[in-house]
Every structure is written in C-alpha cells, then in structure tokens.
C-alpha cells in the first residue's frame, strides 16, 4: 500500500510563498498522474492541481498563475510551488494519485494570514 507523506507547510503572509512536497513510498509512482488536494476548515476536499505522467499540468482557476505542480519521478515525490498566497488558500493541503485511490497522508496545513 502507497503510503504519502506531506511537508512544507505552515503561517505566512498574504503576498507570501510555500513549497509543499509530497513524498510516496512504494513502486511505479512514475506511471500515475498525481494531484494536489486541498480542504479548508469546515469545508470538502477539492482539487487543486494535477500534472500527467508527461508532466502536462492542470490547475483549479483560483490558483492558475500562481501555484505551481511539478515532480520528480526519482524521488517519488511531487511538489506545489504557491506563489503570491492569499488568505483563501488556507487549508490543510494534500497530495494522491488523481482518482485519488490511495490512503490519504496526514496532510500539511497552510494558513495565510497578516
């Protein structure tokens, strides 16, 4: 079973930036499009971002321009960049395969606040 640990989380101003990094266990994490989740207090888990195994990448329209999904298929790891974050983006943010069909990890919180 695909265990998935999330870091890079935590306080920042609005205007200000986090890297989030997701990294999976297990084999074949090269053959699966992965995506970017993210749930704010009181609120669904929604979609976020997605990049195919050819690195094409999609993203929720509050976020395009601004956040940034990429991965490293070595590391088994897939990173968000957030650029210019606003208060809306608070939310624990997590990561899994796009049909989101593994076990979910314990999450990296983000909060955006003056």
């Known amino acids: 079973q695909v265990q998935l640990v999330e870091s890079g989380g935590g306080l920042v101003q609005p205007g200000g930036s986090l890297r989030l990094s997701c990294a999976a266990s297990g084999h074949f994490f090269s053959v699966y499009p992965m995506a970017w989740f993210r749930q704010p207090p009181g609120n669904q888990r929604k979609l976020v971002a997605h990049?195919?195994?050819?690195?094409?990448?999609s993203y929720e329209e509050s976020v395009k321009g601004r956040f940034t999904i990429s991965r490293d298929d070595a590391k088994n790891t897939v990173y968000l960049q957030m650029n210019n974050l606003k208060p809306d983006d608070t939310a624990a943010y997590y990561c899994n395969e796009l049909g989101s069909r593994w076990n979910w990890g314990q999450g990296t919180q983000v909060t955006v606040s003056s």
């Open positions: 990049i195919g195994t050819d690195g094409s990448a």
